[in-house]
């Protein structure tokens, strides 16, 4: 049996591909090498995750910046864990570390295909804060007359990550995606609580965006209540239907901390509970579906560009996403994105968080302009979130602060449908000086610190387009036919600012979500998904693309569960 078994001076020297040291304690994530006590005279590395890729790696100077996301308590430990420190050992056949979507959905699949199934969570439920997902050629999409051009949604994920994403990679998302869709569908019928997936509308683009068919939405049973957090839901019924079968168990507040590799293969992995340390055997593999590490500021530091997140908000309603699956698979050799690494960021937040959806947009925040304390607009406020979001970035890395401005008219049907609860958000808003209003341009200009005369200014230029029926925007190249002028009344101004939702990078796989080590060969035994997983993305999330984050988290759980059992038989 191997274990992670470098020592923190391995760990300084670079320590080779096949790993590193470092245990960063369950409960925070602070640094802590505890296998051995510096040597004299040697300094700690600042950042512990600066050097996992050994001394052949190339790091990239980037500008230090604080991290403003939150600590999640991290689980991996490199450290060597002995023999006299395992209390239990188990076996079963197939082990999911991590209990969200993919984790959820590939422990469906194994266990419909009749393999015992083991799934861990290091939090006390799994994160499942999210609204929708993708997938092409499902059963309720061809009865419906849904035509969706496979060829073009692989193009476009390809040509969102500048061709960087692995081309295998994306075609098996396309390929099984609407397989996984029906199977998911079939585990709603199992429960028979009448949960239903279905087409997701979306608004025409008209900023050069194709705009592909993909996304799929859910239609909840009387007695829920209504959030667009569909996801919350779902992962409660999904797990619903695991339970109805015998070989199907799951366990929270159980963290793996490292794999067991022999050999060359993954053999399962040690996980920590309240009586100590447990040996679990898999037979068939492990998957890792921890999510991402934006609970990891460290991690972030170290991995992702300084300005993807140092002026950010963040939107993290799970705290267990700190990387602990990207360090379990470079322990044993895995290969991993490039450095650095893509985020998925919108740019509809404050500073305190993510806005209030069912109040802001879609409405206020799509038809008002963007603007900085000088009163100038600076981007199509209509591009992908992801582009808004980086256009703030640059604004605020240049000195300036931003507003999205908008009149009473833009926002009053979100005020008319959400009664007092939306004035309730407009004043709690207000309250934390990040809504100012008033009856004049001149008026909310002044509260908010803005130049009243320069905004003015462009809200007139802006008004312009739409007398003179300009279709076009001939500065930013907004269209004007989906947008609406200025027309008075309260003037309201929103310091807004990117938002992080997660990190979309991680260990590269190939199309049967194997991981790969770093000469592109399946480390046998051991798969990814999810934001675990990488070989889709970079630079940032493409929004405009519909549901591919969850959509690949649900596909690749569910492949990579089905080629554990069944090989290449359905590949």
């Known amino acids: 049996m191997t274990k992670s078994n470098l020592s923190r001076r391995d760990f300084l020297k670079g320590a080779g591909v096949t790993g590193m040291a470092g245990a960063l304690a369950l409960g925070g994530a602070s640094a802590a090498f505890a296998d051995e006590p510096a040597a004299a005279g040697e300094a700690a590395p600042e950042n512990p995750y600066s050097g996992v890729l050994g001394e052949d790696a190339s790091l990239l100077p980037m500008r230090k910046a604080d991290c403003p996301g939150p600590h999640g308590p991290v689980a991996f430990e490199g450290r060597t864990i002995a023999d006299d420190e395992i209390v239990a050992t188990e076996d079963t056949e197939v082990l999911i570390i991590g209990a969200g979507i993919g984790g959820i959905m590939a422990s469906l699949k194994a266990a419909e295909e009749g393999a015992q199934v083991l799934m861990i969570e290091k939090m006390t439920e799994g994160r499942s804060a999210w609204e929708s997902f993708g997938a092409t050629q499902a059963t309720f999409q061809k009865e419906q007359g849904i035509e969706i051009d496979d060829a073009q949604l692989i193009d476009e994920i390809l040509r969102a990550s500048d061709w960087r994403a692995d081309p295998e990679v994306i075609t098996s998302y396309v390929k099984h995606s609407g397989e996984v869709a029906d199977f998911w569908q079939a585990m709603f019928d199992k429960t028979g609580t009448g949960w239903q997936i279905y087409k997701?509308?979306?608004?025409?683009?008209?900023?050069?965006?194709?705009?592909?068919?993909?996304?799929?939405?859910?239609?909840?049973?009387?007695?829920?209540?209504?959030?667009?957090?569909?996801?919350?839901?779902?992962?409660?019924?999904?797990?619903?239907?695991?339970?109805?079968?015998?070989?199907?168990?799951?366990?929270?507040?159980?963290?793996?901390?490292?794999?067991?590799?022999?050999?060359?293969?993954?053999?399962?992995?040690?996980?920590?509970?309240?009586?100590?340390?447990?040996?679990?055997?898999?037979?068939?593999?492990?998957?890792?579906?921890?999510?991402?590490?934006?609970?990891?500021?460290?991690?972030?530091?170290?991995?992702?560009?300084?300005?993807?997140?140092?002026?950010?908000?963040?939107?993290?309603?799970?705290?267990?996403?700190?990387?602990?699956?990207?360090?379990?698979?470079?322990?044993?050799?895995?290969?991993?994105?490039?450095?650095?690494?893509?985020?998925?960021?919108?740019?509809n937040a404050t500073p305190s968080t993510f806005v209030e959806k069912r109040v802001y947009f879609p409405g206020a925040m799509n038809w008002g302009i963007m603007v900085t304390e000088e009163g100038k607009r600076f981007t199509n406020e209509n591009n992908p979130r992801q582009y808004a979001g980086n256009a703030m970035n640059l604004q605020i890395r240049r000195g300036h602060t931003c507003f999205c401005i908008f009149d009473e008219a833009m926002i009053a049907s979100a005020l008319e449908k959400g009664g007092e609860a939306a004035a309730a958000q407009l004043d709690r808003d207000e309250a934390k000086g990040h809504l100012f209003r008033a009856g004049s341009i001149a008026e909310v200009a002044s509260k908010a610190g803005i130049d009243g005369a320069a905004l003015e200014a462009t809200i007139n230029e802006y008004n312009q387009l739409f007398a003179d029926n300009v279709?076009?925007?001939?500065?930013?190249?907004?269209?004007?036919?989906?947008?609406?002028?200025?027309?008075?009344?309260?003037?309201?101004?929103?310091?807004?600012?990117?938002?992080?939702?997660?990190?979309?990078?991680?260990?590269?796989?190939?199309?049967?979500?194997?991981?790969?080590?770093?000469?592109?060969?399946?480390?046998?035994?051991?798969?990814?998904?999810?934001?675990?997983?990488?070989?889709?993305?970079?630079?940032?999330?493409?929004?405009?693309?519909?549901?591919?984050?969850?959509?690949?988290?649900a596909t690749f759980g569910y492949v990579a569960a089905d080629h554990m059992v069944n090989g290449d038989s359905n590949a």
């Open 200 to 347: 997701f509308d979306q608004a025409p683009n008209f900023n050069g965006f194709p705009v592909i068919d993909s996304y799929v939405n859910f239609k909840m049973p009387e007695g829920i209540s209504k959030t667009w957090l569909f996801g919350l839901h779902v992962c409660e019924d999904l797990l619903k239907a695991g339970s109805m079968y015998p070989n199907w168990k799951v366990r929270y507040s159980t963290p793996a901390v490292q794999l067991v590799k022999e050999g060359d293969r993954v053999t399962g992995a040690i996980a920590k509970t309240a009586e100590g340390y447990t040996r679990i055997n898999a037979s068939k593999g492990v998957l890792l579906a921890t999510g991402g590490y934006d609970a990891n500021p460290e991690m972030m530091q170290a991995w992702v560009r300084p300005e993807d997140y140092q002026y950010s908000s963040w939107w993290n309603p799970s705290w267990g996403t700190t990387g602990d699956g990207h360090m379990m698979g470079l322990a044993v050799g895995a290969e991993m994105d490039s450095l650095p690494q893509p985020v998925m960021n919108f740019s």
């Open 471 to 553: 279709e076009r925007d001939p500065e930013y190249y907004r269209y004007t036919g989906n947008n609406q002028p200025f027309t008075g009344g309260t003037y309201y101004a929103l310091l807004t600012c990117n938002v992080i939702l997660a990190t979309v990078g991680g260990l590269a796989i190939n199309g049967n979500a194997q991981v790969l080590d770093t000469a592109g060969a399946p480390i046998e035994g051991l798969y990814a998904t999810g934001n675990a997983s990488g070989s889709f993305y970079a630079g940032n999330y493409p929004r405009h693309i519909p549901g591919t984050s969850v959509g690949r988290a």
